[in-house]
């Protein structure tokens, strides 16, 4: 990778009329990186793309929130277990996912139930 005063010296020399062949005598650098350095305008550095894998759970979405919602009008005794879900979903839907995603996705719903059914006392 060349210092930006690097850059700079071959846009000055391809700006005073030099080739590419002519500015690789001059500067050393290879023919296909000067090539490069000429045609790119932005020198800031691109983030990285994240790419958001869906849910191994997330066809189940709907048929776990009823069943969280459903749980909401029974004592808490009776409610369903992440291990619950998990051995219902494999049972009833055949699925085939780990216990763990199961798991951290009730975690998700139940907090967002929770936040729902607060209200602030004045």
Known sequence: ML?????????????QGYDISKIHTCTGVDR???????EQDDFSPKPPVVKRRTSIVAPYIDVITEWLEEDQKHWSKQRHTAKRIHERLVEEYGFTGSY??????????????RTKGTQELV
């Open 3 to 15: 210092t930006m005063s690097q850059i700079n010296c071959i846009r000055d020399l391809s700006k």
């Open 100 to 113: 763990d995603s199961v798991q951290k996705f009730v975690q998700r719903i139940r907090t967002d139930i």
């Open 32 to 38: 296909k990186t000067i090539r490069r350095y000429l």
